[in-house]
Nanobody, 127 residues
Framework: VQLQACGGGLVQAGSSLRLSCAAS????????MGWFRQVPGKEREFVAA???????????WNADSVKGRFTVSRDNAKNTVFLQMNSLKPEDTAVYYC??????????????????WGQGTQVTVSS
């Protein structure tokens, strides 16, 4: 599956952004989808994930650093996963990546569990 993320930009602290990740070339609805972020010199960090589910009852996971501010959702009809980011902080500045989880037995928090990645979209939050 190919993933294309977009929606990043330069915003002020306290603002909101919505990232989108469009999938093509695979069965999007069968993948748990995750969002990660990375800053130069640091490891890729888990942000949020949303499960696959044939009955549209999804489980979500969020990193402690974004709980209450970020919301992950998906629209299987549009093969798209979203990350709604509210109350942005300067420490949220990073390149954000979407990914499709391919390793069924690994944790959703582990980047190694994801076999398909988008190209990343830059989010910069100014103070």
């Amino acid at each position: 599956v190919q993933l294309q993320a977009c929606g990043g930009g330069l915003v002020q602290a306290g603002s909101s952004l919505r990232l989108s990740c469009a999938a093509s070339g695979g069965t999007f609805s069968s993948y748990t989808m995750g969002w990660f972020r990375q800053v130069p010199g640091k490891e890729r960090e888990f942000v949020a994930a949303i499960s696959w589910n044939p009955y549209s009852v999804y489980r979500t996971w969020n990193a402690d650093s974004v709980k209450g501010r970020f919301t992950v959702s998906r629209d299987n009809a549009k093969n798209t996963v979203f990350l709604q980011m509210n109350s942005l902080k300067p420490e949220d500045t990073a390149v954000y990546y979407c990914a499709a989880k391919t390793a069924q037995t690994m944790s959703v928090l582990d980047p190694a569990a994801y076999g398909h990645w988008g190209q990343g979209t830059q989010v910069t939050v100014s103070s």
